[in-house]
């Protein structure tokens, strides 16, 4: 099976001593992680009451094991 690559082209490369960022403003960070959290919470419930969740899961659990792999693999280098 022929999996597509990650881009990572636009991924932000953290370095010691320079992260957090100084300048981060908390007040700009509330409402989206409110509203993931919201949205989570209804996927969550939505999921509990299927009859057959597995459905949907399966591929994120497959794309998590994906991502994890990649990351091992550049973690190595």
Do not use: T
Request: aromatic share 6%.
């Amino acid at each position: 099976m022929n999996r597509p690559s990650l881009d990572l082209s636009e991924a932000v490369n953290y370095h010691y001593d320079q992260f957090p960022p100084s300048g981060m403003d908390a007040n700009q960070l509330i409402m989206p992680i409110a509203s993931a959290s919201a949205a989570l919470a209804r996927y969550d419930q939505m999921l509990k009451g299927m009859h057959n969740s597995e459905i949907l899961l399966a591929p994120l659990r497959i794309q998590e094991a994906v991502v994890h792999l990649v990351w091992k693999a550049q973690s190595a280098r």
